[in-house]
């Protein structure tokens, strides 16, 4: 009987801290990507709705959004891909970054986005601003043409990270670097958090790096609590030669 008691408390604790560190999220409210990608694809999607929902202080990228953009490190010239653009919080300061010479690209799946950061894109003479419409299997960038791809609270989106990634690989020249920030799932992560990462941060990780790219060390101090910053380098494909890939 004390053995049975024993063995119950024991599979209750086991439980709840597998569900604290959202290892076990069957058991929570955990949302698929699928889910969560849902409300970006109706017609009638309300822009306004989610710039009170993506630009608001509640959020650690939006406070942190100015170091965020100096991490990212962009120059005059680059061409840059913020890939999961929402309602552009990243792609106009990108493209002041970049400058005239430079190109912003924002890749979206969702239509009523891309349209609207187009239009800010007009008013703010952001001539430098291209929408690109994404699939849940590429960002449909063309082949070597961006230096950055930038993954900001889009990666546990992902419904094909492989194929996604597979896109962002070939989209990125030579030595192109891909910042991904994203949910830090931890042991004392809120209830949200846990709702919507995938996994803990090392899984995004296992993926990236299977997906031919390098962790790169960042001493960047952008200040987020419950996001992680991470940069990664676009790793040679085996055997290809020095010369192999175009410039820019
Ligand atoms: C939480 S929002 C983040 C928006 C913006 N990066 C920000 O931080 O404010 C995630 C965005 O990813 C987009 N998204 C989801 N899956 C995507 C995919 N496979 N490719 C490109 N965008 C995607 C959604 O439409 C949504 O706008």
Same mark, same amino acid.
């Given at each position: 009987?004390?053995?049975?008691?024993?063995?119950? &408390?024991?599979?209750v604790?086991?439980?709840?801290?597998?569900?604290?560190?959202?290892?076990?999220?069957?058991h929570?409210?955990?949302?698929s990507? $699928?889910?969560?990608?849902? @409300?970006?694809?109706?017609?009638d999607?309300?822009?306004?709705?989610?710039?009170?929902?993506?630009?608001?202080?509640?959020?650690?990228?939006f &406070? $942190?959004?100015?170091?965020?953009?100096?991490?990212?490190?962009?120059?005059?010239?680059?061409?840059?891909?913020?890939?999961?653009?929402?309602?552009?919080?990243?792609?106009?300061?990108?493209?002041?970054?970049?400058?005239? /010479?430079?190109q912003?690209?924002? *890749?979206?799946i969702?239509?009523?986005?891309?349209?609207?950061?187009?239009?800010?894109?007009?008013?703010?003479?952001?001539?430098?601003i291209?929408? +690109?419409?994404?699939? @849940?299997?590429?960002?449909n960038l063309?082949?070597?043409?961006?230096?950055?791809?930038f +993954?900001?609270a889009?990666?546990?989106?992902?419904e094909?990270?492989?194929?996604v990634?597979?896109?962002?690989?070939r989209?990125?020249?030579?030595?192109?670097?891909l +910042? &991904?920030?994203d949910?830090?799932?931890?042991?004392?992560?809120?209830?949200?958090?846990?709702?919507?990462?995938?996994?803990?941060?090392? *899984?995004?990780?296992?993926e990236?790096?299977?997906?031919?790219?390098?962790?790169?060390e960042?001493?960047?101090?952008?200040?987020? /609590?419950?996001?992680?910053f991470? &940069?990664?380098?676009?790793?040679e494909p085996?055997g290809?030669? $020095?010369?192999? @890939?175009?410039? /820019?």
């Amino acid at each position: 009987m004390r053995t049975c008691l024993t063995l119950v &408390v024991l599979s209750v604790a086991a439980s709840w801290f597998a569900a604290r560190a959202g290892l076990c999220q069957e058991h929570g409210k955990h949302h698929s990507p $699928a889910e969560m990608n849902r @409300q970006f694809s109706k017609p009638d999607l309300d822009v306004a709705e989610f710039i009170r929902r993506f630009e608001s202080d509640s959020r650690d990228i939006f &406070v $942190a959004r100015r170091q965020i953009v100096d991490a990212v490190g962009l120059r005059q010239g680059m061409a840059v891909a913020d890939i999961g653009a929402g309602t552009g919080l990243f792609t106009f300061s990108f493209a002041e970054q970049v400058g005239p /010479k430079g190109q912003a690209y924002a *890749v979206e799946i969702a239509p009523a986005f891309l349209s609207y950061i187009e239009k800010q894109a007009r008013e703010r003479r952001l001539e430098n601003i291209k929408a +690109v419409r994404a699939s @849940q299997d590429s960002t449909n960038l063309a082949a070597n043409s961006i230096d950055l791809a930038f +993954v900001c609270a889009t990666y546990h989106h992902f419904e094909h990270p492989k194929n996604v990634l597979a896109s962002i690989h070939r989209a990125l020249r030579r030595e192109g670097r891909l +910042v &991904v920030i994203d949910f830090d799932l931890r042991k004392d992560s809120s209830a949200f958090v846990r709702e919507h990462a995938r996994g803990p941060k090392e *899984v995004y990780f296992r993926e990236i790096s299977a997906a031919g790219f390098r962790p790169l060390e960042s001493k960047a101090q952008v200040g987020l /609590k419950d996001n992680f910053f991470a &940069v990664f380098e676009r790793k040679e494909p085996e055997g290809s030669s $020095a010369s192999g @890939q175009g410039g /820019k």
